[in-house]
Structure formats: C-alpha cells, structure tokens
C-alpha cells in the first residue's frame, strides 16, 4: 500500500496594519476638535439678580473697605494690624455704618483660615457686603 503524504498547509501569520487605523483615529481625532462646539456656561446660568433697593442715594459714596490677608499679617485701609487690630477697626467701621462694602483680597500663599477668620470677623460686626477675590 502506498500512503500519500499530505503536505501541511502553514498558513502565513496574519497582521493588522496599525498605521491605516492610527491615521483613521487621528482624521476622526481632528475632525472632532475642529467640529465641537464648546458650551457656554455663562449663557445657560439662571442667575435672578435681586432689585436695587429703593431708597434713593446720599449725596457722599460709601468708601470700600479694603482689607487683604497675607501670610503673617493683615492690612485693612493701608495699615497693618493683627487679628485683634482687625477686630478693633471692624467693630469702629461697623458702628459707622453695617452697609459698607468690604473686599478681602488674599495672596496666593495665605492660608485659607486667615480668609475663615476675617469672613468670621465681618459675620460677628454685622458686615453685609463683602466680597472675597485674589491678588
């Protein structure tokens, strides 16, 4: 008997071309960015303003106070004070008038409590326009 021999068939190792799928991804990528339209938070904010109050204005602006919060110390209308000098001059502006507009301004390496106590110090006196912003 003879037996035929059958020769194995090797099949070839099959690849992927991985730079047609990288320039697909990266036209996809591009197309993407330069087609998105970036939301506009400012235009879908709901924000009621409250009305102006109706009494009719002074003759003389109130000055804003100022008081910016450093590492070590606190400066309030051009002088420097400590926590307890703070408390002095907030106590005297707040008997002078509780409707004063105070800006804490804070240095980039204050820390956050010396803002914490100062907010304190002008909830304690009655302060009731403050605003808080960054040097």
Same mark, same amino acid.
Do not use: C, W
């Given at each position: 008997m003879i037996k035929l021999l059958k020769?194995?068939?090797?099949?070839?190792?099959?690849?992927?071309?991985?730079?047609?799928?990288c320039d697909v991804v990266f036209q996809l990528?591009?197309?993407?960015?330069?087609?998105?339209?970036? #939301?506009?938070?400012?235009?879908?904010?709901?924000?009621?303003?409250?009305?102006?109050?109706?009494?009719?204005?002074? /003759?003389?602006?109130?000055?804003?106070?100022?008081?910016m919060v450093f590492q070590k110390e606190y400066v309030i209308c051009g !002088?420097?004070?400590?926590?307890? /000098?703070?408390? !002095?001059? #907030?106590?005297?502006?707040?008997?002078a008038d509780h409707n004063q507009t105070v800006t804490i301004k804070c240095t980039p390496d204050s820390p956050h409590e010396r803002l914490i106590e100062t907010l304190n110090l002008c909830n304690k006196v009655n302060m009731r326009n403050i605003s808080v912003m960054s040097m």
């Open positions: 020769k194995k068939r090797v099949q070839p190792f099959l690849e992927l071309n991985m730079t047609a799928m990528l591009i197309y993407l960015i330069l087609t998105a339209k970036p #939301l506009i938070v400012t235009t879908t904010l709901d924000v009621n303003r409250p009305a102006a109050p109706n009494i009719p204005p002074s /003759g003389e602006p109130i000055p804003m106070v100022e008081i !002088k420097r004070v400590n926590i307890d /000098g703070l408390d !002095k001059v #907030l106590h005297q502006l707040a008997k």
